[in-house]
């Protein structure tokens, strides 16, 4: 009898433990994914509903226009430059989008945005280099500049800001970029000595004076002395840098396409449509007109800046109007991923950049030691398709004064091999990009074999077009 109460006391203990058990684990008390030999979990991200009924996030427009607008606040935190300690950087090349500025477009029979764009040290945001650089600027006769460039002020000096015109924000947005790449690139990894040449640098920009001017203000910070006789800036006549290799008639199918999708997605927006139709009725316009004059383009820097919107004697436009157009705005870029259209457009578009790039980054890994440094002064419809084509498809959509950076890195213990990280505005994206991915899962190492890029731009890129070369992918008709 005492034997069988005992067994009975067990196996009821038993069964109490093996409840606790599941319950601790159900709870996510108990760790219950293994462990890599590389002590690794795998699986460590721990998931608080079941993915099929998780409703996509929330998009808020006011909080992704701030992120937009980039205002120069706070230190920000970047992981340019990181590398186990036996690593040597060898080549760095930077592809931005210039800095604030003022609308390109107007929101008819409104008063445009009163925005100073002369630059004024005193004034925030501000930069303890300001005073300096406009005095540098001055004296940049001895510069090298190509074809029109030459003709483009140096600095903004508008008192009321001109249609596209760089503001001080904008100045100081890439006075701070520059900075803080000086700190890890010049001081900590000494890419570029005092005595650097002209020719370690490769520096190119549109022919806008946004562009030409954010570069400089980059530049000025960044270089170990900035020297006049050692800057010659390149002028590139197209927005996509295709330089020698811009006639590709399949891009532009595939941007008409893009277009199209665009359209369509507006069209069906009733909520959007009632904005615009209220909008058109403050200012005193046609709907078509309001939409013609692309809004969101003013709005932002009414918003940006921290200026009221614009009133009329009939009203005024208020934030609800500035929402339901940004929230639009993102809703297209979401779609955009889903739909393909852009990407195949995006591939076709920056090959000839990405491909530049990569010859360049193996002259580097071949022993060469010219343009180690390169930038790239271009604009949101520059960086936005090479995002798209390099698949990395969670970045948000260039903010003002964006970086793209690339880092060639050789490796202390085999130096022969070399390796790469692509960084966006800080972050560490590369094994976000479609052709690391997989070398990700299968190695510790945290950057991504050269040849990997290499073949990804040499072949790769063509291969969903069924082609072997671009010249081929850009005459090839779909199926």
Partial sequence: MLFRNRFLFLLALAALLAFLSLSLQFLHLIPVNPVREDGLNPKSRKRIMPDLLTEPPAIDPVYEAHVYCNIPTIAERSMEGHAPHYFKLVSVQVLIRHGDRYPLYAIPKT????????????????????????????????????????????????????????????????????????EIYINKHKLLLSDWTAKQLYLETTGKSRTLQSALALLYTFLPDFDWKKINMRHQWSTIFCSGSCDCPMRNHYLEEEQRRQYSLRVKNNDLEKIYVDMAKIVGIPTRQLR??????????????????????????????????????????????????????ALLATHPLLNQTVNRLQRIAEGKKEEVFVLYSAHDVTLSPVLSALGITEARFPRFAA?????????????????????????????????????????????????????????????????TSYYDACRRRPL
């Fill in 292 to 345: 013609a004059s692309n809004p969101i383009d003013s709005l932002l820097c009414y918003f940006c800046h921290n200026v009221s919107f614009p009133c009329t004697k009939t009203g005024c436009i208020g934030m609800e109007h500035f929402k339901v157009i940004k929230r639009h705005q993102l809703e297209d870029e979401r779609e955009r991923q889903e739909k393909k259209l852009y990407f195949l457009y």
């Fill in 403 to 467: 970086r793209l950076v690339f880092e060639l890195w050789q490796d202390g213990k085999r130096p022969k091999e070399h390796f790469i990280r692509i960084l966006y505005n800080g972050a560490d994206v590369t094994f976000q990009t479609s052709f690391c991915k997989d070398y990700y899962k299968r190695s510790i190492k945290p950057m991504c074999p050269l040849e990997k890029f290499v073949n990804f731009v040499k072949r790769d890129m063509f291969l969903i077009f069924n082609s």
């Fill in 111 to 182: 008063k445009r945005p009163d925005i100073d764009c002369m630059l004024l040290p005193s004034r925030k945001p501000s930069h303890p280099q300001l005073e300096a650089f406009i005095k540098h600027m001055s004296k940049g006769s001895a510069a090298q500049m190509d074809g029109s460039l030459s003709s483009l002020a140096r600095y903004p000096s508008h008192s009321l800001c001109e249609m596209g015109e760089l503001t001080q924000t904008g100045v100081v947005q890439h006075l701070r970029n520059g900075q803080l790449l000086r």
